[in-house]
């Protein structure tokens, strides 16, 4: 996939709302930076779930909702969902968020309406967002902290092994398993097992689906520090086979096999995990604790 | 209508080709000029059917092709159809077209592929177009003959009453039968039938189906100077009522019952007909020959 394809398969996700794309497309085109990368209906984890944003800019963490909700409160003020979903979103993730508004309410004959803002209006709202967001990338490239968005740069393990880790925030994820192998030392071209061995430290690299599936009744917690992993049939024998890892096994660096938000399966970097064996006796099911949300990167030691 | 909605619905049409939605939102977002109309998938009269452009701007005449095609010639240039009807398009209107490459020819290892541009060419060539319709627009602004956009007046007949005429280039389509005859010199407030004498010259406002329906065979030539009328039953009867009228009532200031590119009943201005009587006695048709695209208007003379 090369930019043009990203970017116009982004877009595309929009069509659905009229407004979300005017808004989504006047944005990347003022912004006209095609080192900018850019996701739309980015999922977001929420205290009480799941969210959609619009479009998300990961290089600076800025998200921004289209409100299209012709809701207002009788001061005009946006209603109370909005609200805590933006402070929900806020607090879980620590992002920005911005907004722009579509409608507006309007008094006229003394009677309240909902009114589309003009588009004169509508432009000025999203060319202060674009303002922003030049201020935000030129703050960044001063302290020497923008990386310019690489399409293949960034599903390569090359990039993350220059770098020395994988961090959450980062928003890494790989195109297959060997993929995401390779940045501890391995050297794979191929390699199909939710499991491998870390080829340098005492760790496991792990990949499994985070939600139901025909043989596991897996979660992730919304904050994602808590994973939960039942098999369907035949749990206790497995339990009892995961109890008897050493101590330096029961820690998994793992990445979460994902549909990308284009629909491609993914291997998405979730942090670190460490068995919790009280914790699993009480629940019933194997409970892992996040321990760092960050992991050290190896060359490959060509030893395969 | 206000410019929110136009401009909405405009660009909703083209999420059915991703390319074209990408380059139209851009050019709209670049050109940052709500004084500009566009029309997207604007219909084309040509010696050989009509078209569809991607984009047209009526206050410059200049149409806009997003070249999705992947089929080149051995030197790269584009095919034959493409250019023999951008050809008939600029013959049978006299406007400009530009057009937007999305695909190129690619010579890899010997062999010829044919792949999507890069993002910053695909925009480069979208930046020229823009250069191009601001150039345009300054020149017209320059000579004072820049109409501004104002979606308002553009339905409102007192604008074209002001003016002193109606051209065809100039593209005028009125929501009601009422708001046209209120152009040469009428106050109606609703008006329903196809027909309306002048309220000041000697001539006939006629507001035709042109295309087949229940009760006629009508059509207008491509290239718009002809129109031919048949009634489907008793056409006999019709053509000597017809050729009855005198002289001065055989001309007709012709606005043609059509579906503006949004989907609204609109009445368009089509031209001055007159009845040609050998024409139509060789063709068993009534014909009308286009005597003038231009026509005066009127100040109401507030008789009714």
Redesign the interface.
Known sequence: M????Y???Q??KS?KK??E??VI??IW??L?N?DIKFVTQQHITRPTGRALTDMYFPQIQLHLEVDESQHFNADGSQVEPDIVREADIINATGHTIKRIGIFAKSLEDGIERCV?????N??QQIDEVVDFIQKEIKSKIDTKTLLLWDIEAEYNPKTYIDRGSITVDDNVAFRTIADACNCFGHNYVGYQKAFAKHAIEEKMLWFPKLYENEEWENEISPDETEIREKKKSDHKAYFDKAKSYPDNLKERITFARVRSNLGDVMYRFKGVYKFDMPASEHAGKIIYKRTSDQVKTYQPINYE
């Not at 090369?2 to 394809?5: A, C, G, L």
């Not at 589309?116 to 004169?120: K, L, P, R, T, W």
């Open positions: 090369n930019k043009t394809d970017i116009i398969r877009i595309a069509y009229k407004y794309n005017y497309t006047r085109h003022l006209n095609s589309e803002n003009s588009i004169e509508i432009n």
